[in-house]
C-alpha cells in the first residue's frame, strides 16, 4: 500500500512535526511493515526553480522541432535552454532545474552545447520529475500563480512524504488511506475524520439499471448509480493524478481515475461501465462452464465454474472484483456511465485471481476483505467528484441490493487476554482497547460481549481479539520471557540415518535437489502407474499455490525427473540427482475431518479423528541419473550411466543407513516406472523396500528424457533401525585370494548365486564380488559364466592352501546342489 502524508493528514490530526522515524516506529508498532519512508523533494537535487519563458526560437534542420528558448528564473541574467516541447508559448511559467541539479533516476544537469547552440538547464515535464508518467510536454503552470526564481518543490507538489507499507493478509482494511489514518489516529490518540462518514441515499423503489444476482455467497450487496451526459474529454485534477502516481497507480481517464482514487482512499473497488455498450439487464452468477471472456489487459480467459462473472445478455463482461472486459469499458468518448460499487466473497476472489493470475489492486483489497458498508458511500463521493468536473445529469434511482449479514457478537472471557499475554488487563482496559478499533464491548457476567466494526471481518474468534488488545497495548509492552530450555538429546536415530544417506550418495558424485511437493494430475499417467495402482489416489490441496499442480505427490520421481529435465535443457549432460522427502499417501474415506477451533484443547475424540484424516507421510528416497557415470577423458572412453548404477545407488544408501551387506538382497521385478526387463526391487531382510532400474521408454517420452534414464526409489521409513554392531578386530594376517567362474542357467540371478556363495564359505570367507559375466554357444544354450572373486583371511593365522580350497570347495558345492552351476573348466 502507497500513500502520501498529506492524504493521511486529511483524516488524522498528525503531530505537526512528525519525523519519519517516528512515523516508521508508530506503523511498525501497529502491525504493518514498512517498506520506505521518501521525502519527495529530496529526489531532485540542487536548483528546481519557477522560470518565465521570454523568447521562443524554432530552429530548423533537425529530424525533430527543437525550440531555443531563453528563460528568467530570477537570476541576473535570463537562462538560455534548448527544449524539443512544444505546448507552452511566450509567457508562460515553467519549470526550470538549474546546471548541477539531478533528476530522478540519477540524471544530472550541466551546462552544454547542443543543436548549436547552448543549453543551461532544462525545462521539466512531470515525468521527468517523477509526478506522473506523461511525457506528452512540459509542466505549464496558471498564469501569475507565482513570481520567476521561487522553488518550484511546493509549486508542482514535490514536497511530499511518500509512505509505503506492507499489509499482512489479515487486515485489509489498511489497504486505504481510511484504514491507515484510523490506526495513526488510535496510536498517537488524535482526532480521526472518517472519509466515510457521509449522508449517502440508500436504495430507492425504481433501479437505474435491472440487476439480478443469482448467488448471494459470491456477491452479497450490490450497488449502482447512473450518471448521462457527461463531458468525455474532461482531465482528472492535478492533485487526484499526483496521489494516482505517487500510489503506483498511472492516470487513465476521469471516471476511471475516480474509481481508483476512491479505492485507495476508502478501500472500496468499484467500477465503471459505459452504458450505451451495455445489452440488457445485468446478471450476476457464477460462470458458466466453457464460457470465455476477453479482460483489459487483451487476454481471453477460459472462466472457471467457481468464478464469479457479471452478464448482460451478450455473455460475461467482467470477471467480477479482479478485472472488467473489454466490451462494456468505458472509452473516449463514453459519455453514459454507470457506477458500480459491491461486495464480494474474500475466499472466491483469492482463487479466481490465482487461477487466472491477476493480482490486480481490487483482488488484492476483495481476498484481504472490505467493508461491506462502504458501497453507497463511494457511489455517492463518486458521483460528486464526477459531476463537478464533468458536468452530466444524475439519475436520482439509486440501486442497492443488499444481502449481507450484519458481524455476530464474540464472547471474549475476561481473563483471556491477561492469560494469553501476560499482563494484567481489566475488563475495562480490554473494552476500551477494543472500542479504539471500533467495537463495541458490553460486560455481561465474566464475559465481554463484542461485536467487530463492519470493516474488520477479520474479528471472529476470541483469540482475535486478544490480538488486538495485546496490538494496541503496545507489543513493547509485553515482557520478554524466555521458555525454560530441556537439555537437546541430539538428532534421533532416525535423523543421523537420513543424513549418513544423503553423505553417502554425495561422495558417489549425486547432487541433492529439493523440489515443491505438488504434481499436477497427469502425472500418474506420465509414470504409467496403472488404474489400480494406489500410487493414483493424492491429496488434492483446496487452495493450492498453482492449479496446474493442485496435488500432493505420492513418489518422489515425478518432481524429480522434472528436475532432471530442468538440467538438462540448461546444458547438462551429465546428470545424477537426488532427493529425500515425504510423499503423502491419503486414507480413502468419505467422512469429513472435524473442525478443531482455537477456544480450546480438541478432545481425545476429535484429535483422533482428525489425525486418522491425515495421509500417511512416510519418507521416502529417489535417484535419477542419465549420461555418463565416468567421464571420457585422455585416459580412455567413459562409460554411459545404466540401470545398474540405480541399483548401485539403493545398495549404497541402503548400506549407509548402517544394515550390513548380508540383509540386503536384490532381485528383478516389474513395477511401473521402471522397464519390465531392467528393473529389480530392493529387500532388506526379506521386505521390500524400493524399486530401481531403467525407466520405462513411454515414461521417458513422457518427460523428454535421454534413452537409458535411470532412477531408484526407497521407502527410507521401511528400513529398520541400524543394529549396534561390536567393532571387527582388524587381522593383521594375509588374505588368500580365489576365483571361481560358474557356468549355470542365465536365468539364475547373480545376487543369488553370490549369496549361495557366502553361506557355503563359512566365517573365512571376509568379501566376494562378481567381476565378470560371460556367454557363449561353447558353453550350451541358456547358460552363461559368473566368475566371482573371494577373499579368504583368518584373525589368528596365515591359511594354508588346503583351508583355503575347502572353503572353496564348499562355497561351490552350495551353489551346484541349489542351481546346478558347475566350475567352468571342469
Given at each position: 500500500m502507497k500513500t502520501t502524508l498529506s492524504w493521511l493528514r486529511e483524516f488524522v490530526e498528525l503531530p505537526a512535526g512528525i519525523t519519519a522515524s517516528e512515523l516508521d516506529t508508530a506503523l511498525t508498532n501497529l502491525g504493518m511493515e514498512v517498506e520506505s519512508i521518501v521525502d519527495q523533494a529530496a529526489t531532485v537535487t540542487g536548483d528546481l526553480v519557477v522560470g518565465r519563458v521570454l523568447t521562443i526560437e524554432e530552429l530548423t534542420g533537425f529530424k525533430k522541432p527543437i525550440r531555443f528558448t531563453t528563460v528568467d528564473v530570477g537570476r541576473d541574467a535570463p537562462q538560455e535552454i534548448v527544449c524539443g516541447a512544444r505546448n507552452f508559448a511566450e509567457g508562460d511559467l515553467v519549470v526550470v532545474i538549474l546546471p548541477g541539479g539531478e533528476l530522478p533516476g540519477g540524471f544530472r544537469i550541466g551546462a552544454r552545447k547542443t543543436y548549436g547552440r547552448n543549453s543551461n538547464g532544462m525545462i521539466c515535464s512531470a515525468a521527468e520529475l517523477g509526478l506522473s508518467g506523461d511525457h506528452s510536454g512540459i509542466i505549464v503552470l496558471p498564469p501569475d500563480s507565482v513570481v520567476p526564481g521561487v522553488d518550484a518543490r511546493p509549486v508542482v507538489g514535490l514536497d511530499e512524504v511518500l509512505i509505503e507499507v506492507e499489509i499482512t493478509p489479515d487486515r485489509g482494511y489498511e489497504m486505504s488511506v481510511r484504514g491507515i489514518a484510523r490506526e495513526l489516529a488510535t496510536y498517537f490518540g488524535v482526532p480521526f475524520l472518517d472519509p466515510a462518514d457521509l449522508d449517502a441515499p440508500g436504495g430507492t423503489a425504481g433501479v437505474p439499471h435491472p440487476v439480478e444476482i443469482e448467488d448471494t455467497a459470491g456477491c452479497d450487496r450490490f450497488a449502482a448509480r447512473v450518471v448521462r451526459g457527461i463531458d468525455p474529454d474532461a482531465s482528472s485534477p492535478e492533485w487526484m493524478q499526483r496521489r494516482l502516481v505517487a500510489a503506483g497507480i498511472r492516470t487513465?481517464?476521469?471516471?476511471?481515475?475516480?474509481?481508483?482514487?476512491?479505492?485507495?482512499?476508502?478501500?472500496?473497488?468499484?467500477?465503471?461501465?459505459?452504458?450505451?455498450?451495455?445489452?440488457?439487464?445485468?446478471?450476476?452468477?457464477?460462470?458458466?462452464?466453457?464460457?470465455?471472456?476477453?479482460?483489459?489487459?487483451?487476454?481471453?480467459?477460459?472462466?472457471?465454474?467457481?468464478?464469479?462473472?457479471?452478464?448482460?445478455?451478450?455473455?460475461?463482461?467482467?470477471?467480477?472484483?479482479?478485472?472488467?472486459?473489454?466490451?462494456?469499458?468505458?472509452?473516449?468518448?463514453?459519455?453514459?456511465?454507470?457506477?458500480?460499487?459491491?461486495?464480494?466473497?474474500?475466499?472466491?476472489?483469492?482463487?479466481?485471481?490465482?487461477?487466472?493470475?491477476?493480482f490486480s489492486e481490487a483482488a488484492k483489497r476483495w481476498e484481504r476483505g472490505v467493508d461491506p458498508q462502504l458501497p453507497l458511500v463511494a457511489l455517492e463521493r463518486a458521483v460528486g467528484i464526477l459531476t463537478e468536473r464533468a458536468g452530466g445529469d444524475v439519475d436520482e434511482r439509486v440501486l442497492d441490493i443488499n444481502h449481507v449479514t450484519p458481524p455476530r457478537v464474540v464472547r471474549l472471557p475476561v481473563a483471556l487476554p491477561s492469560s494469553v499475554i501476560g499482563l494484567s488487563?481489566?475488563?475495562?482496559?480490554?473494552?476500551?482497547?477494543?472500542?479504539?478499533?471500533?467495537?463495541?464491548?458490553?460486560?455481561?457476567?465474566?464475559?465481554?460481549?463484542?461485536?467487530?466494526?463492519?470493516?474488520?471481518?477479520?474479528?471472529?474468534?476470541?483469540?482475535?481479539?486478544?490480538?488486538?488488545?495485546?496490538?494496541?497495548?503496545?507489543?513493547?509492552?509485553?515482557?520478554?520471557?524466555?521458555?525454560?530450555?530441556?537439555?537437546?538429546?541430539?538428532?534421533?536415530a532416525a535423523q543421523r540415518q537420513r543424513r549418513s544417506i544423503g553423505r553417502a550418495l554425495a561422495e558417489n558424485g549425486y547432487v541433492e535437489v529439493l523440489s515443491y511437493p505438488f504434481v499436477a494430475p497427469g502425472t500418474a499417467d506420465a509414470l504409467g502407474l496403472a488404474a489400480d495402482d494406489?500410487?493414483?489416489?493424492?491429496?488434492?490441496?483446496?487452495?493450492?499455490?498453482?492449479?496446474?499442480?493442485?496435488?500432493?505427490?505420492?513418489?518422489?520421481?515425478?518432481?524429480?525427473?522434472?528436475?532432471?529435465?530442468?538440467?538438462?535443457?540448461?546444458?547438462?549432460?551429465?546428470v545424477a540427482l537426488f532427493e529425500t522427502g515425504t510423499v503423502f499417501l491419503p486414507h480413502l474415506t468419505a467422512a469429513a475431518p472435524p473442525v478443531l477451533g482455537v477456544d480450546r484443547r480438541p478432545t481425545v475424540d476429535e484429535w483422533t479423528a482428525a489425525n486418522a484424516m491425515v495421509p500417511e507421510q512416510p519418507w521416502h528416497l529417489a535417484v535419477a541419473l542419465t549420461g555418463d557415470i565416468d567421464p571420457a577423458g585422455w585416459w580412455g572412453e567413459g562409460r554411459a550411466a545404466s540401470w545398474a548404477d540405480a541399483v548401485e545407488a539403493a545398495r549404497v544408501a541402503v548400506a549407509a543407513a548402517g544394515l550390513p551387506a548380508s540383509r540386503i538382497s536384490v532381485r528383478a521385478a516389474e513395477y511401473a516406472p521402471w522397464h519390465p526387463g531392467r528393473c529389480a526391487e530392493i529387500l532388506v531382510d526379506g521386505v521390500v523396500v524400493g524399486h530401481a532400474g531403467e525407466l520405462h521408454p513411454s515414461v521417458i517420452a513422457a518427460f523428454d528424457l535421454p534413452k537409458r534414464t535411470s532412477a531408484a526409489e526407497l521407502n527410507l521409513t521401511l528400513l529398520p533401525a541400524a543394529p549396534v554392531i561390536d567393532a571387527t578386530r582388524i587381522s593383521t594376517f594375509p588374505a588368500a585370494l580365489i576365483d571361481v567362474a560358474l557356468v549355470l542357467d542365465r536365468t539364475v540371478p547373480?545376487?543369488?548365486?553370490?549369496?549361495?556363495?557366502?553361506?557355503?564359505?563359512?566365517?573365512?570367507?571376509?568379501?566376494?564380488?562378481?567381476?565378470?559375466?560371460?556367454?557363449?554357444?561353447?558353453?550350451?544354450?541358456?547358460?552363461?559364466?559368473?566368475?566371482?572373486?573371494?577373499?579368504?583371511?583368518?584373525?589368528?593365522?596365515?591359511?594354508?592352501?588346503?583351508?583355503?580350497?575347502?572353503?572353496?570347495?564348499?562355497?561351490?558345492?552350495?551353489?551346484?546342489?541349489?542351481?546346478g552351476a558347475v566350475l567352468r573348466g571342469a
Open positions: 487513465i481517464s476521469l471516471p476511471v481515475d475516480i474509481t481508483n482514487y476512491l479505492m485507495l482512499e476508502l478501500g472500496q473497488p468499484m467500477h465503471v461501465f459505459d452504458l450505451n455498450r451495455l445489452k440488457g439487464g445485468l446478471v450476476v452468477r457464477r460462470a458458466h462452464p466453457g464460457e470465455k471472456l476477453t479482460t483489459l489487459d487483451g487476454v481471453a480467459r477460459a472462466l472457471d465454474a467457481e468464478d464469479m462473472v457479471i452478464c448482460d445478455e451478450t455473455g460475461p463482461i467482467s470477471l467480477a472484483a479482479v478485472m472488467g472486459g473489454e466490451t462494456s469499458e468505458w472509452q473516449q468518448g463514453t459519455v453514459d456511465v454507470l457506477l458500480e460499487a459491491a461486495h464480494w466473497d474474500p475466499v472466491m476472489v483469492g482463487r479466481t485471481a490465482r487461477r487466472h493470475k491477476l488487563y481489566s475488563p475495562a482496559e480490554v473494552a476500551e482497547l477494543l472500542t479504539k478499533v471500533g467495537c463495541s464491548a458490553e460486560l455481561v457476567g465474566d464475559e465481554l460481549e463484542v461485536v467487530p466494526p463492519s470493516w474488520r471481518p477479520d474479528l471472529l474468534a476470541p483469540i482475535d481479539l486478544v490480538e488486538e488488545v495485546a496490538r494496541l497495548g503496545g507489543y513493547n509492552e509485553i515482557p520478554s520471557v524466555l521458555p525454560p530450555a530441556g537439555s537437546s538429546k541430539g538428532l534421533t494406489p500410487r493414483r489416489s493424492a491429496v488434492r490441496l483446496t487452495n493450492p499455490l498453482s492449479e496446474e499442480e493442485p496435488l500432493l505427490r505420492t513418489s518422489l520421481l515425478a518432481p524429480l525427473l522434472g528436475t532432471l529435465k530442468r538440467n538438462l535443457s540448461r546444458g547438462r549432460r551429465d547373480a545376487a543369488d548365486v553370490q549369496a549361495a556363495l557366502a553361506e557355503g564359505a563359512g566365517e573365512l570367507l571376509e568379501s566376494v564380488s562378481l567381476f565378470d559375466v560371460y556367454e557363449s554357444e561353447q558353453l550350451g544354450s541358456g547358460k552363461r559364466s559368473l566368475a566371482y572373486k573371494l577373499t579368504f583371511r583368518a584373525p589368528d593365522r596365515t591359511l594354508t592352501s588346503e583351508e583355503t580350497i575347502a572353503a572353496r570347495d564348499a562355497a561351490v558345492a552350495v551353489t551346484a546342489s541349489r542351481f
